[in-house]
């Protein structure tokens, strides 16, 4: 017996196939197993730290250092007949001037020590 290849044929082929598997799946699932996440945090937080730790140490100034280093100069500012101590710009270039990154500066690297690496 020698079958035609025609579109009826393969369409009612087609449809016997998916009525035989259509009983597979009539169950629901309903025994749903928990995720741990744990070790996915544990995975990105250790994977955050390799990729924070370089920025902290990045150094900000390139002429540091240098004859060329701008941030070199201070100005600083006493009051007059006050008993005050003077108030200098080196507090905040110094840290940069010296070649330090972010973590050496006085407000920032505090903060910084709050990221993981």
Do not use: C, I, W
Not at 5 to 28: I, R
Not at 45 to 63: E, I, N, S, W
């Amino acid at each position: 017996m020698a079958f035609k290849k025609s579109g009826a044929g393969l369409a009612v082929l087609g449809a016997a196939m998916l009525l035989g598997t259509g009983t597979a799946h009539a169950n629901p699932v309903t025994n749903l197993q928990r995720n741990d996440v744990a070790p996915a945090v544990g995975g990105l937080t250790g994977a955050l730290g390799y990729g924070v730790a370089p920025v902290k140490d990045l150094r900000l100034d390139p002429f540091a250092q240098s004859s060329a280093d701008v941030l070199n100069n201070g100005v600083a500012v006493q009051p007059e007949n006050s008993g005050l101590a003077p108030v200098a710009t080196t507090t905040v270039t110094g840290p940069l001037s010296d070649g330090g990154g972010p973590r050496d500066l006085p407000a920032v690297g505090p903060l910084l020590g709050v990221l993981p690496g």
